[in-house]
């Protein structure tokens, strides 16, 4: 730390992007060797336990005050320049999957957990090992720059972001209820997702609808049993459930404006029956809903109990719609002047040429919740090697998942440059 407040005690005549070009291409082999780290050590949901202690241990060292424990497993800290000026929150999810890694590096995760009750491989199949590793890169060039800075960052290392085990909280939600955006109060938050499928030293971005919002649910359609051979005698659920699906397919293609807004219904299961010549009482049925903006979700919530008691009711057959079932996450929302003013940091960073408008992803991003509090911004960055063919890019949470570390620095600049020309203009 006293290395890299002498370096920039000696460039004063520096501007703030260079300063951070400086010290991003001075700690980018540290930043490397953190996520190699943290790969090879990949914790699920809610157990990110050791991960914690790792990150902590580094925000300690740099002489901030450090909250553990929040949400969770959840690591929170502060830096206050001690002058007046706005909060400006950066946060890095922090979990990994339930995925076995096929890659063969040095730094392989050989990992196990327990997920649902089962022991299973534990990999950073989404990225989000570089996700720590480059707020942590952003934290120590920040704490650096704290006497040329106005106002105060907190850093937010977020748990469960794929979601919480059953039964318990996590992720940003419980953060916000927790109080993670307050005292300090953030103004606005930035976040970054590593891609890939986009090409290394790329940010991609888009204003509004930037992921989708999603709602399981969950329907049970009771009707009355009898002999496959007398099916006059039975009120067949199973019948009413192949009915039920295709007509709620038709929300999306006869009802949502899709010139305008998008929507996608998929159901993932359906249970019911146990032999080929009785017709069962009751049927399950559990899909996902996915919209990309307010009025499309607030469509398809009108559209549904409606679909499922009319047909219900026409089948003679009684219907129960659970929704959302256990987990909803809000449409992730790039607040439109934030991303207006941020645009031309993003260019400064990356170049022109590297900056690149996205279309939206029907994928979701628990930072959404983050996003329904105050204004915030979430970026994607490249991290697909150049040598590497996007049709034979691996995709994320599969076991081939694989991004490359030169991605990173791109990602440590952006978090800082976006922190700086914020604190500038407010």
Known sequence: MKKLLLTLSLLPTLCFADTVDLMADKIESKVIQWRHHLHEHPELSNREFKTAEYIAKHLKSLGLEVQTGVAVTGVVAVLDSGKPGPVVGLRADIDGLPVPENNDLPWKSTARGEYNGKDVPVMHACGHDTHIAMLM?????????????????????????????????????????????????????????ISSLADVNTVLYREGGVMAAVDPFKIVIKGKQAHGAYPWMSVDPIVTAAQMIMSIQTIVSREVQLLDDAAVVTFGAINGGVRSNIIPNEVELVGTIRTLNKKARDHMYEAMPRKVNGIAESMRAEAELTMPLDYSYPITFNDHDLTSTMLPTLINTAGEDKVIYSKPVTGAEDFSFFQEQVPGLYLWVGGKPLDVDPKDAPAHHTPDFYVDDEGMKLGVRLLTNMTIDYMKQH
């Open 137 to 193: 890169g952003a934290a120590e060039i920040l704490v650096g720059m704290k006497d040329q800075l106005r106002g105060k960052v907190k850093f937010i290392f977020q748990p469960a972001e794929e979601g919480a085990p059953s039964g318990e909280e996590g992720g940003a939600q419980l953060m916000v209820k927790e109080g993670v955006l307050k005292n300090p109060d953030v103004d606005a938050i930035f976040g970054l997702h």
